[in-house]
């Protein structure tokens, strides 16, 4: 007889968790309150950047490990989907404008005193920026290149994680709230149900067992921009800002994101829009003729330190705090987790870089 | 006009130790923001609350953590652009911490972040007379000062440069005239200064205080840098109060020095004067 595991939130890390101890061998089932389009989930309001070296600019140098260690996953994860996921790894650029310069030189100095290898940032000049973005040439006279980086359409995974779940036959009950957690049992809708183990994965809504929570608001607008055609994600550093596009199929492009201190889920604010908006027409003119097809507002489950944590004891694991970094650490923590549960206790690993709290 | 040396730094009716006031925004997590503040020893922090939707009880999370700290708060209206918005917030800065105190900013450009002078007076006579303890956050102009002096201030902000900029002090003659002309106003330089140095000078010229927020929030290591400020903001104080000699022209000499015949030193005093 296979454990039982009960997956309690099926964002991002619910669902790649349940995909992989299906694989392992586990008996899974998963709860969310939301539908199974994941609509209601952080996860689906992301951008999708995977940039473990430029979020050293506001990170602990942890952060980076695991999102270098979560790149080389990406791709044989995505490989064993049924369907193919957009997932890029061509670097990512950041630029200023002439007035800003002081802000690359900033970044710079804060990323490069976190990390170890050199070939992870690049300065470049205006024309190497115009051969890796022909469309930006002469647009700025210098800028940083981090050539390990990348980005991963988040709804697109989603979708494909929702297929696989449901193509085994893995059990997956929606929309209904779990009330209570437990080592070893969860309630809901007045039924109790018992587990080997139950995984907390509820993101902020765990938020009334783990009070340290708070949620980080953060806006994001996707427009539909024929005129721009930049590869890979490019963040513009500004003294007061630093919002990148994230160019995806289709002419599509992701503008974001805000980071507000606020758990509030309301629309998105005019001077949020501006801030936005401009940005983008201020690195590509093109952005003028663009068309908005969406405001999307999250709230970033976190931690007061901003990492990731792994609460474990017999019967009931939690996940949780994933922070801005959901997408570029996912597959590590579900790594962790997976160990976690086989062999009875955290990997030293988990516990080396600071995962296991 | 001679500025008291030896007195207590007080803001309304609360004296303080420190001189150090620091700001809550842009550190790369609350826990480094809450080890800096502690390295700091600062005893008033400055809680921005504009965008929180704080009405909506939208910050509670990051609220939570600000007064799990103890010291006292000082809500400030940043981002504020006109008198009613500023009005707004300070009120619900007022709810939320339960206190009186509130830094005034109202921008009047966006680029710079400088302030606008006369909406800060406007706004700063109404809040006043509503019993708020207000802080304006201003540009070192002499006759601002003393409109807002007049509207009920005890407490002024000049900048050092705009805020973010880590200049260091742009006019150190017009700080200098406003540290004269009101030799009784508790003055803090606000906004601008990037080194320990900088705020070092503010202190040397009398200055009762800083306030600082990117300087420390956005070093490589924010801990260690409010360490440097706070010490920096120490021996500039103590310099001031131990009484600083003043500079001199040592290139020409005030009396004939020993060993060079008189005709010499004439000659070279007429060079130097031509
Ligand atoms: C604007 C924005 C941009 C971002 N950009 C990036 C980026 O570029 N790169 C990156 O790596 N990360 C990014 N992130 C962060 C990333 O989105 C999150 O870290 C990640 O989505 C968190 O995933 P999660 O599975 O922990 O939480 P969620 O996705 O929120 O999933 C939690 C699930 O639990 C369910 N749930 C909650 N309570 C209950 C309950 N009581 N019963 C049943 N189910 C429940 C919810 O319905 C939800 O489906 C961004 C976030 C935002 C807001």
Known sequence: MSLTVAIVGSGLLGRMLGVQLDRAGYSVSLFDRDQKDGRGSCSYVAAGMLAPTCELDSSEAEIGEMGQRSLRQWPRFLEKLPSKVFFQEQGSLVVAHRLDRGELSLLQGRVRGRIHDESLIRNVSGKELGELEPDLEDRFSEGLFFPREGQVDNRGLLQVLTETILSRGLEWISGVAVDQISPGEISFGGEKRRFDWVVDCRGLGAKTDIPELRGVRGELIRVSAPEVSIRRPVRILHPRYSIYLVPRPENVVVIGATSIESEDLSPISIQSTMELLSAAYAVHPGFAEARVLETIVGCRPSFPDHRPRMYYQQGLMRLNGLYRHGFLIAPWVVEMACHALKQGEPSAEARELGLVF | ?274
Not at chain 2, 217 to 246: H, N, T, W, Y
Not at chain 2, 247 to 257: C, H
Request: aromatic share 6%; glycine share 10%; hydrophobic share 45%.
């Open chain 2, 1 to 274: 006009m001679r500025v008291a040396v030896h007195r207590p730094f007080t803001i309304g009716e609360v004296e303080l130790k420190s001189r150090l006031l620091l700001g809550t925004a842009q550190y790369p997590s609350p826990d480094v923001m809450v080890r800096a503040i502690e390295a700091s020893r600062c005893e008033v922090i400055t809680v921005s609350l504009r965008r929180q939707n704080a009405a909506g009880g939208g910050g509670e999370g990051f609220w939570d953590i600000i007064r799990g700290l103890g010291l006292h708060v000082l809500p400030n209206t940043a981002g504020c652009r006109t008198v009613q918005e500023a009005i707004t917030v300070a009120n619900m800065g007022r709810e939320l911490f339960d206190t009186s105190w509130v830094k005034l900013e109202l921008i009047g450009d966006d680029y710079t972040l400088q302030p606008d002078p006369i909406a800060l007076i406007e706004a700063t006579k109404v809040l006043a007379e509503d019993g708020f303890e207000v802080l304006p956050y201003m540009t070192e102009d002499l006759v601002v000062a003393r409109r807002l002096v007049d509207a009920g201030c005890r407490v002024l902000m000049p900048w050092g440069a705009p805020i973010g900029s880590g200049q260091g002090i742009l006019n150190p003659y017009a700080l200098r005239t406003l540290r004269s002309r009101l030799p009784d106003m508790t003055l803090l330089v606000d906004a601008g200064l990037g080194r320990p140095s900088q705020a070092a000078e503010a202190m040397e010229m009398g200055f009762d205080g800083i306030l600082l927020n990117s300087a420390v929030a956005l070093a490589q290591d924010p801990v260690l840098m409010a360490k440097a400020f706070s010490r920096a903001i120490e021996a500039g104080r103590q310099g001031f109060e131990a009484g600083l000699i003043p500079s001199r022209e040592m290139g020409v000499p005030s009396t004939p020095t020993l060993g060079t015949p008189f005709w010499q030193q004439q000659a070279a005093g007429k060079e130097e004067g031509s």
